[in-house]
C-alpha cells in the first residue's frame, strides 16, 4: 500500500511535534524514520496509525484519503518498543486476537484462523511456540510474536516504534537482519522508527532524517551516508570530522589546504569529512600540513588524533604499514571525499 502524507503539523504547548511534514512512502517499501529523542518520530507514525489526530494536513492510503479514519479503519499492524502481548493468552491466541476480535461478518472461521496463525508461527520461526505464554519466551522471541501478530490481519502497512529497542545489542543485531529478510517474504510496507542511524542504514530501503518536527532528507542509506543534505545529517549519521575555513570563488581554504566548493557561497564555511576519507599525501600545494596527537592500533585498524592550526581531527584507515604515523610528527593530509557547506547552514 502507497502511503502519501502531505504537510502535516501537531503542536503541543510550546512545541511543534510536527511542523509540516511532507512524506511519499512507495508500495512495499521498508523505510525507517531517524533521529534524535524529540525529533518527531513517534508523533509521525501515531499520527499514520490513526492513534493520534494532527492539527493539520493529510495521510492517504493508497488513493483513500485516511486523514480522519479510526486505527481500525485504517487496518495498521503496529509494533511497540515494549511488548504489548497479551499476558493472560497464549502465543497462538495473541496472534489470532486481530482476527477474532473482527466482527462476525468480517470474521474468518475457527479452521481459517488456526491455519493462519500457524503459517505466521512458521513465518517468525517460532513454530512450536503457540501453546506458550508470554512470560515463557524471551524478549527477542516477544518481539517476533508481536510482529506475527501485528502480521495477522495483513494490515495495509506496518508501523513498528522502536521494535527492538529494549533488547539488548547481539540480539538488536540479530533481529534487524531477521527482520529484512522477513520484509523481503512479506513486501509489506513498513516504517520503522530508530534512533539508531547503524539500525536504519542497514536495514532500510531508505531512511528519513528527522529534525525538531520537520523531514530534513530522504534518500537510501548509501545516499545519506555518501551525500548529507545538511551538517545536521552529516554528524547524526556516522562519524564527522569539521574544520572551519573560507569559501571565496568556489574554492575552500584553510591553512594549506584548497579544495573544490562550486556552489558554496563566498564567506565562512566548514569542511565536513569521514575519518576514513582522510589520506596522508605529500606535503605541497592543497595538502593540509597536521601534527598528530595520537595513535591507536587495533589489528589491522588505526586510528589517528591529529591537530591542524588548531583544529582537531580524526583519521582512520585500515592497513598500518601504509600509514607510519607517530605522535609529535608533521604530516599532510587530503581529503577523498568532503562536503563544504556555508557556516549558518
Ligand atoms: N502528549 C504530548 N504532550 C506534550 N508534548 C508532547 C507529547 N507527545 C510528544 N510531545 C513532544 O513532541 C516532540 C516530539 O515527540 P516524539 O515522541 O514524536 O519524538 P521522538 O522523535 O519519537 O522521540 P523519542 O526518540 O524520544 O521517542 C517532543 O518535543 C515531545 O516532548
Do not use: C
Amino acid at each position: 500500500m502507497q502511503l502519501t502524507i502531505s504537510s502535516l503539523r501537531k503542536q503541543y504547548p510550546g512545541v511543534a511535534a510536527l511542523d509540516g511534514v511532507d512524506l511519499d512512502i512507495r508500495s512495499g517499501e521498508l523505510v525507517a524514520l531517524l533521529g534524535p529523542s524529540g525529533s518527531g518520530k513517534t508523533t509521525l507514525l501515531r499520527v499514520i496509525a490513526g492513534l493520534l489526530h494532527a492539527d493539520a494536513g493529510r495521510v492517504l492510503f493508497g488513493d483513500v484519503d485516511a486523514t480522519r479514519l479510526s486505527l481500525r479503519e485504517r487496518n495498521v499492524g503496529f509494533v511497540f518498543q515494549h511488548y504489548a502481548l497479551f499476558r493472560h493468552m497464549t502465543v497462538a491466541e495473541n496472534i489470532a486476537f486481530g482476527l477474532r476480535s473482527r466482527p462476525r461478518k468480517r470474521r474468518p472461521d475457527k479452521a481459517t484462523i488456526a491455519r493462519r496463525v500457524q503459517e505466521l508461527l512458521q513465518l517468525v520461526q517460532l513454530p512450536e511456540h503457540g501453546g506458550r505464554y508470554p512470560d515463557q519466551l524471551s524478549g527477542g522471541q516477544k518481539q517476533r510474536i508481536a510482529l506475527a501478530r501485528a502480521l495477522a490481519i495483513d494490515p495495509a502497512v506496518l508501523l513498528l516504534d522502536e521494535p527492538f529497542g529494549a533488547l539488548d545489542a547481539k540480539v538488536r543485531v540479530e533481529l534487524r537482519r531477521w527482520l529484512r529478510k522477513l520484509h523481503e517474504q512479506t513486501g509489506q510496507t513498513t516504517l520503522f522508527v530508530t534512533h539508531d542511524q547503524e539500525e536504519a542504514l542497514e536495514l532500510a530501503d531508505r531512511v528519513v532524517v528527522m529534525r525538531a518536527g520537520r523531514v530534513e532528507q530522504v534518500g537510501t542509506p548509501d545516499e545519506i551516508y555518501r551525500e548529507p543534505a545538511s551538517p545536521y545529517v552529516f554528524e547524526f549519521i556516522g562519524r564527522a570530522n569539521v574544520l572551519h575555513g573560507q569559501v571565496t570563488g568556489g574554492r575552500f581554504r584553510m591553512d594549506g589546504l584548497e579544495l573544490d566548493a562550486a556552489g558554496v557561497a563566498d564567506g565562512p564555511a566548514r569542511l565536513y569529512l569521514r575519518p576514513h576519507d582522510l589520506a596522508v599525501a605529500e606535503p605541497g600545494a592543497g595538502a593540509l600540513p597536521a601534527t598528530v596527537r595520537g595513535v591507536q592500533r587495533l589489528g589491522g585498524r588505526i586510528t589517528a588524533e591529529l591537530d591542524a592550526g588548531g583544529q582537531a581531527l580524526e583519521l582512520e584507515a585500515f592497513d598500518s604499514d601504509a600509514l607510519p604515523l607517530a605522535a609529535g610528527e608533521t604530516v599532510h593530509l587530503r581529503p577523498a571525499r568532503y562536503r563544504v557547506f556555508a557556516a549558518g547552514t
